[in-house]
């Protein structure tokens, strides 16, 4: 059974960075891409980034070009989530998000969702 | 503002048939990308509802079905019940600039 347990929630100030992780089990990890999509509060969803598991190629979102990084580490099966220069804008539900295939396609898989509250 | 275009909030009596639309453009939807729909549940993660266009996963009962015209794909709720009360999603993907996942802006169901 696929499952995707992510990091618990963080507090950060403005301009710090958060990590958020995103571990993986039920199947095997380099034959899916991962996505990332954040929920601000009473807000839709918005694509954040796609990561392949397979060779850690990466697709991001224009609005985040320059303060986003997503890496993975297949000897563990997970996925990393850095957002850097953090706004106050930044505070919602980070989710990573398991894609069908190793391409783009549909999300089957959901993770639990991280909330990220940035504040002074 | 989302890329896709989704009415705020459609509503209905139990046992109704409902519609949510969802309208993009050249460089997604009608430039033949899938298009995929999800469930939100209140205070849980989104769920799959719909992927490539019409197909239900496993799971999903019958009443959930999608379409595709053009530049517009629709998602259909038939004999609306009260658990499908909940936030829906439709989701392509967009070939401009380097291209990108879109998502709707998200319609809420209310069942009367």
């Known amino acids: 059974q696929v499952h995707l347990v992510q990091s618990g929630p963080e507090v950060k100030r403005p301009g710090a960075s958060v990590r958020v992780t995103c571990k993986a089990s039920?199947?095997?990890?380099?034959?899916?891409?991962i996505n990332w999509v954040r929920q601000a509060p009473g807000q839709g969803l918005e694509w954040l980034g796609w990561i392949s598991g397979y060779n850690g190629n990466t697709l991001y979102a224009e609005n985040f070009q320059g303060r986003l990084t997503m890496t993975t580490d297949t000897s563990t099966n997970t996925a990393y989530m850095e957002l850097r220069n953090l706004r106050s804008e930044d505070t919602a539900m980070y989710f990573c998000?398991?894609?069908?295939?190793?391409?783009?396609?549909?999300?089957?898989?959901w993770g639990q969702g991280s909330l990220v509250t940035v504040s002074s | 503002q989302s890329v896709l275009t989704q009415p705020p909030s459609v509503s209905g009596a139990p046992g109704q048939r409902v519609t949510i639309s969802c309208t993009g453009t050249s460089s997604n939807i009608g430039a033949g990308y899938d298009v995929h729909w999800y469930q939100q549940l209140p205070g849980t993660s989104p769920k799959l509802l719909i992927y490539g266009d019409n197909n239900r996963p496993s799971g999903v009962p019958d009443r959930f079905s999608g379409s595709k015209s053009g530049t517009s794909a629709s998602l259909a709720i038939t004999g609306l019940q009260a658990e499908d009360e909940a936030d829906y999603y439709c989701?392509?993907?967009?070939?401009?600039?380097?291209?990108?996942?879109?998502f709707g802006s998200g319609t809420k169901v209310t069942v009367l």
């Open positions: 039920g199947y095997i990890f380099t034959t899916n891409g």
């Open positions: 998000a398991r894609v069908a295939g190793i391409a783009v396609g549909e999300i089957d898989y």
């Open positions: 989701q392509s993907f967009d070939s401009s600039l380097s291209g990108s996942y879109v």
